[in-house]
């Protein structure tokens, strides 16, 4: 039977690799779906529902890597992750509380769900914005970075909210990093229930309905 740390452990594996797997889903989808909007409007849902599940998923990597038994916030790559991903916990923070947000008086200048940019998947040399949401005068709105002295987009998607950017190609690279690093520390002289099966297990369950008994009126 597995003991008290070796249960944590694994519920921190599992934690981490669904975790994982979301963000690299979200990542994967977001840049098709941004170049998708020109044409079809309505793509900016699930653009916006792969940006900010993104910034969840990360936020809840963050959480679960600094509940690991034998990795405490000192350590090299951890001090590294964290440092990289900082930006996420600021923005989560603010989309879980909207209702603050939307208070302030005065009001803030951007977008409610901030601004989603990318850069066109068939010229490099465009970048676009969606103006979702309404079109106040004074509200303000930022744009995917350009690198001058390397000579590149930073990121070919970006979410800005207020003065700050979500360059999430460049966080995303930090987080693989961080992934190859921290996967194999947790598993490592682990017992085989930890370990990840190709195929998982399936319950199924089936209900069906009994005709119900008829009352007995005989005498």
Known sequence: MATILEVRNIRCFDGLHYSFELLSYFHSNLHPMCCEIIDDNAKVIPALACAWGFVDALHRIREISQSLPRLGDKHPEMRAFLSATALAEDYRHYIQHL??????????????????????????????IALFGAQIEGTGYSGCVYDRLEKKWVSKVCLGVGHRSFNFDKVYDSVLRFKEFVLPFVIEGASEEIKLHNKLPIMTMEYKMRAPDLPDNRL
């Open 99 to 128: 209702r603050g947000e939307l208070s302030k008086d005065p009001p803030n200048g951007f977008p409610v769900w901030g601004s989603l940019s990318w850069v066109d998947d068939k010229n490099e040399a465009e970048s676009h």
